[in-house]
Antibody, heavy 122, light 113 residues
């Protein structure tokens, strides 16, 4: 079954870092991109960036530049998202999602992880 | 504030038809970038509902349809059912120099009366 399984919930203090994992099952991991999307409590979806699993190229949202790093480990079919210098407004559900263009100009996220709640609190 | 504008809420009675708009500009939908739609049921991850403006992934009922014209896109739901009550998001690409590249609309909450 094609699925993405994410790591468990995290509680961090302001200024700390968090690293969320996303393990892929049921498809060729290197054939797609992995995108990361976050959702603050009661708010909408915010695109954070993506990584090409094939060549490691990344593209991050401008507002997160310098604080976020996305990586993959093809030996374990796992993607990672690290966010540093955490602030209280980083509290959110973080999702990984498989990207596929389907031949169109914009990649769609067709498979989503279950989400990882990250709470930033002193 | 998203560069793709959606109405915060829409509602309809069972069996009715509702539409959700997604209004962009010349740097995103108006520039010809394609649009995708997602459905997010309460307390669950989003699900791809429409890709490439008007295509349904396998398993999505044909009650759901999408369209794109000029700087806007729309999602239509016919034969409204209680299980359609969810948040809906459009997604596209924005080529302006500031902000994110891949962008989501602010989301629309659909209430089935």
């Amino acid at each position: 079954q094609v699925q993405l399984v994410q790591s468990g919930a995290e509680v961090k203090k302001p200024g700390a870092s968090v690293k969320v994992s996303c393990k892929a099952y049921g498809y060729t991991f290197t054939s797609s991109t992995i995108g990361w999307v976050r959702q603050a409590p009661g708010q909408g979806l915010e695109w954070m960036g993506w990584i090409s699993v094939y060549n490691g190229n990344t593209n991050y949202a401008q507002k997160l530049q310098g604080r976020v790093t996305m990586t993959t480990d093809t030996s374990t079919s796992t993607a990672y998202m690290e966010l540093r210098s955490l602030r209280s407004d980083d509290t959110a559900m973080f999702y990984c999602a498989r990207g596929d263009s389907y031949g169109y100009s914009v990649e769609a996220f067709d498979i989503w992880g279950q989400g990882t709640m990250v709470t930033v609190s002193s | 504030q998203s560069v793709l504008t959606q109405p915060p809420s829409v509602s309809g009675a069972p069996g009715q038809r509702v539409t959700i708009s997604c209004t962009g500009s010349s740097s995103n939908i108006g520039a010809g970038y394609d649009v995708h739609w997602y459905q997010q049921l309460p307390r669950t991850a989003p699900k791809l509902l429409i890709y490439g403006n008007n295509n349904r992934p396998s398993g999505v009922p044909d009650r759901f349809s999408g369209s794109r014209s000029g700087p806007s896109a729309s999602l239509a739901i016919t034969g409204l059912q209680a299980e359609d009550e969810a948040d809906y998001y459009c997604q596209s690409y924005d080529s302006s120099l500031s902000g994110s590249n891949w962008v989501f609309g602010g989301g629309t909450k659909l209430t089935v009366l």
